[in-house]
């Protein structure tokens, strides 16, 4: 968080603008502070903001079985306070990591995709029940929710090379069955520029990894899209270096790095920070409507990376690495050059 908030400033001052930041206590910080993961005072401040950049959240500490209040409570909170119901989850392969992969090179050459993920509905908010014997998570998905995420990847799919895949469980589960009618529907009436295909989500962790660069726009429910981009990550070389956008109806976002708050290199100082970077780009794109801001700044981060700014997840040994503040110094080196 620390590079991700020098770097906007540095880009605000580059650029001639004011901005006010303010730091608010969230997830295990808040429940330490004061027994919640999202207080009433953060949550007021984040619903009067333009935008909100969260840091990554959850820790042992705060993860037993027997907790009744965990961080991530307040992160579904917050995005259901927000209306914020698309995820953006763009991966875009650095040619100059393509041996931080595990994948051949071959295949990751040219790979650019946007996951749309449906971030308030399904399982993960759904009714649950629990007792000695059972447990149980209701999945449930609305006609509406379908249309509106679909709509969201499709006006995407529409400024990129308007290809568009929708993934479900439709062999087996009814939520699927209803979210690929709808799509079918939506995509046939309102998009038919944008070309649609269907695919299983078992089939599409397959062709992630198989065939990448065929990919252009994904769209799929809270959980699949939730799994789908950890893997998905991996061919960048790493969760450190991907960024998302959480969207809503108007303009206000919110944006964090995919990954969690690893916990054990916590205090080491040699956490990836580029996926928070890239995550403010998205927040001066997306939020604040500034696309050449966004594009130097992720401009500095490629050629950071490219002039060999890397931290240990993507270095190719641990003594040509650099920690977490040397990679923010990189980045702001290239922002004031340009």
Same mark, same amino acid.
């Given at each position: 968080?620390?590079?991700?908030?020098?770097?906007?400033?540095?880009?605000?001052?580059? $650029?001639? !603008?004011?901005?006010?930041?303010?730091?608010?206590?969230?997830?295990?910080?808040?429940?330490?502070?004061?027994?919640?993961?999202?207080?009433?005072?953060?949550?007021?401040?984040?619903?009067?903001?333009?935008?909100?950049?969260?840091?990554?959240?959850?820790?042992?500490?705060?993860?037993?079985?027997?907790?009744?209040?965990?961080?991530?409570?307040?992160?579904?909170?917050?995005?259901?306070?927000?209306?914020?119901?698309?995820?953006?989850?763009?991966?875009?392969?650095?040619?100059?990591?393509?041996?931080?992969?595990?994948?051949?090179?071959?295949?990751?050459?040219?790979?650019?995709?946007?996951?749309?993920?449906?971030?308030?509905?399904?399982? $993960?908010?759904?009714?649950?029940?629990?007792?000695?014997?059972?447990?149980?998570?209701?999945?449930? $998905?609305?006609?509406?929710?379908?249309?509106?995420?679909?709509?969201?990847?499709?006006?995407?799919?529409?400024?990129?090379?308007?290809?568009?895949?929708?993934?479900?469980?439709?062999?087996?589960?009814?939520?699927?069955?209803?979210?690929?009618?709808?799509?079918?529907?939506?995509?046939?009436?309102?998009?038919?520029?944008?070309?649609?295909? !269907?695919?299983?989500?078992?089939?599409?962790?397959? !062709?992630?990894?198989?065939?990448?660069?065929?990919?252009?726009?994904?769209?799929?429910?809270?959980?699949?899209?939730?799994?789908?981009?950890?893997?998905?990550?991996?061919?960048?070389?790493?969760?450190?270096?991907?960024?998302? +956008?959480?969207?809503?109806?108007?303009?206000?976002?919110?944006?964090?790095?995919?990954?969690?708050?690893?916990?054990?290199?916590?205090?080491?100082?040699?956490?990836?920070?580029?996926?928070?970077?890239?995550?403010?780009?998205?927040?001066?794109? !997306?939020?604040?409507?500034?696309?050449?801001?966004?594009?130097?700044?992720?401009?500095?981060?490629?050629?950071?990376?490219?002039?060999?700014?890397?931290?240990?997840?993507?270095?190719?040994?641990?003594?040509?690495?650099?920690?977490?503040?040397?990679?923010?110094? +990189?980045?702001?080196?290239?922002?004031?050059?340009?």
């Amino acid at each position: 968080m620390a590079q991700g908030l020098r770097c906007l400033r540095a880009i605000a001052d580059a $650029y001639g !603008h004011e901005l006010t930041l303010e730091e608010l206590p969230f997830g295990g910080a808040a429940i330490d502070l004061c027994g919640n993961p999202l207080p009433e005072s953060t949550l007021n401040a984040c619903l009067q903001a333009d935008a909100v950049l969260l840091g990554a959240i959850g820790g042992p500490k705060w993860s037993a079985p027997e907790a009744k209040v965990r961080p991530e409570q307040g992160l579904l909170g917050l995005r259901k306070a927000l209306g914020v119901y698309a995820n953006l989850r763009p991966v875009k392969v650095h040619p100059a990591l393509l041996s931080a992969s595990t994948l051949k090179p071959e295949i990751l050459e040219g790979v650019d995709l946007v996951f749309v993920r449906e971030l308030t509905g399904g399982i $993960y908010f759904g009714e649950k029940r629990r007792d000695a014997r059972s447990a149980t998570d209701v999945c449930t $998905y609305s006609v509406e929710e379908v249309e509106r995420i679909v709509r969201a990847a499709a006006r995407l799919a529409r400024q990129r090379r308007r290809k568009l895949v929708s993934i479900d469980k439709s062999n087996v589960l009814e939520t699927s069955r209803l979210w690929r009618e709808v799509t079918t529907r939506v995509m046939r009436t309102e998009f038919p520029d944008v070309s649609l295909e !269907h695919m299983l989500v078992d089939s599409a962790a397959m !062709h992630l990894i198989r065939r990448p660069r065929d990919f252009d726009v994904l769209v799929t429910e809270n959980m699949f899209g939730d799994i789908l981009t950890d893997e998905a990550s991996m061919l960048a070389g790493s969760l450190g270096l991907l960024p998302s +956008a959480s969207l809503g109806e108007g303009t206000r976002g919110l944006y964090e790095p995919i990954h969690g708050s690893a916990p054990d290199i916590a205090g080491q100082g040699i956490a990836n920070p580029c996926g928070t970077i890239l995550s403010v780009a998205l927040l001066l794109r !997306h939020s604040l409507g500034l696309e050449a801001e966004a594009a130097a700044l992720e401009e500095a981060v490629s050629k950071a990376i490219e002039q060999g700014a890397r931290t240990p997840d993507v270095a190719a040994s641990r003594d040509r690495s650099l920690s977490t503040s040397r990679v923010g110094d +990189a980045v702001l080196e290239r922002i004031r050059a340009a």
